[in-house]
């Protein structure tokens, strides 16, 4: 899996592509959790080139969440695959993230709660 971190504002977008899965997760949650203890609490995963997440990705996205809502922040994920859609969907995770059409979106969004 590859990570890289562009800065909109003050939010924070992970572009992620290839599998978030439990050989992959040690990876993303240094970046991720890197960001956060840097003050970095407004974040979007955006996932338009994420083919697959198993149950240790969806893991360490709700520890990611609980860590930047613990700092009053957020974390959005943006462009979700049908795959990856299909089980946010499944394992209701769609009603915890808010789940943005496009990183833009997300950003525009933590805009509007400032």
Known sequence: ??????????VSILH??????ADSVTGFKKVA???????S??????CANLSFVDSMGLGVLISLLRRARSRQGD????????????????TR????????????????QFARNT
């Open 16 to 21: 992620c592509g290839g599998s978030l899965d």
């Open 41 to 46: 609490v407004r974040i979007v995963i955006d």
């Open 33 to 39: 959790y890197d960001l956060v203890d840097k003050g």
């Open 93 to 108: 995770l769609h009603r915890l993230f808010d789940v943005c059409a496009d990183p833009q979106t997300a950003c525009r």
């Open 75 to 90: 974390v959005k994920v943006a462009s979700l695959t049908d795959d990856v859609r299909t089980v946010f969907e499944i």
């Open 1 to 10: 899996m590859n990570v890289d971190v562009e800065k909109c504002g003050d």
